[in-house]
């Protein structure tokens, strides 16, 4: 096998590799993302739709982080006010809104929202040059 044939090879076999890095890191970025979720949970669903991995691309792999809830779009994002559309919520087809707090009903014509409380940027910003780290090593072994 010639000395390029021998280059060609390693290469393609990190690339292989490279996915199972970027799963770990994926999963990584999960658990950690759920364990710092700073919002309250009643049921869990929110925290335990959190999801992490990696998939392979056609230059190599890819890992992600993401919700896998619309609840936690609005967790990331926030609503009404301090949400994409900046305007209150108001109701569609009544006259008011209504909802429980706290075991009591209220009515109300329109609500702030409430601010974001993101987790998947920060999370992955915190661990960026962690996985800037991990890459380079894996490149230079």
């Given at each position: 096998?010639?000395?390029?044939?021998q280059?060609?090879?390693?290469l393609?076999r990190?690339?292989?590799?490279?996915?199972l890095?970027?799963v770990?890191?994926?999963?990584?970025?999960?658990?950690?993302?759920?364990?710092?979720?700073?919002?309250?949970d009643?049921?869990?669903n929110?925290?335990r739709?959190?999801?992490?991995?990696?998939?392979?691309?056609?230059?190599?792999?890819?890992?992600?982080?993401?919700?896998?809830?619309?609840?936690?779009?609005?967790?990331?994002?926030?609503?009404?006010?301090?949400?994409?559309?900046?305007?209150?919520?108001?109701?569609?087809?009544?006259?008011?809104?209504?909802?429980?707090?706290?075991?009591?009903?209220?009515f109300a014509?329109?609500?702030?929202?409430?601010?974001?409380?993101?987790?998947?940027?920060?999370?992955?910003?915190?661990?960026w040059?962690?996985?800037?780290?991990?890459?380079?090593?894996?490149?230079?072994?």
């Amino acid at each position: 096998m010639a000395l390029g044939d021998q280059a060609k090879e390693h290469l393609n076999r990190k690339r292989a590799g490279l996915h199972l890095l970027a799963v770990s890191i994926g999963k990584n970025l999960e658990a950690q993302a759920k364990r710092d979720a700073s919002w309250k949970d009643r049921t869990g669903n929110t925290r335990r739709a959190i999801h992490g991995g990696g998939e392979k691309t056609s230059k190599g792999a890819m890992a992600f982080l993401a919700h896998g809830s619309m609840v936690g779009t609005y967790l990331e994002e926030g609503t009404g006010l301090y949400g994409p559309h900046r305007s209150p919520i108001v109701p569609k087809n009544a006259n008011a809104l209504r909802f429980t707090m706290g075991g009591r009903v209220i009515f109300a014509k329109q609500t702030k929202g409430m601010p974001a409380q993101p987790i998947i940027r920060p999370t992955a910003d915190k661990q960026w040059p962690e996985i800037k780290r991990a890459v380079r090593k894996y490149w230079e072994g």
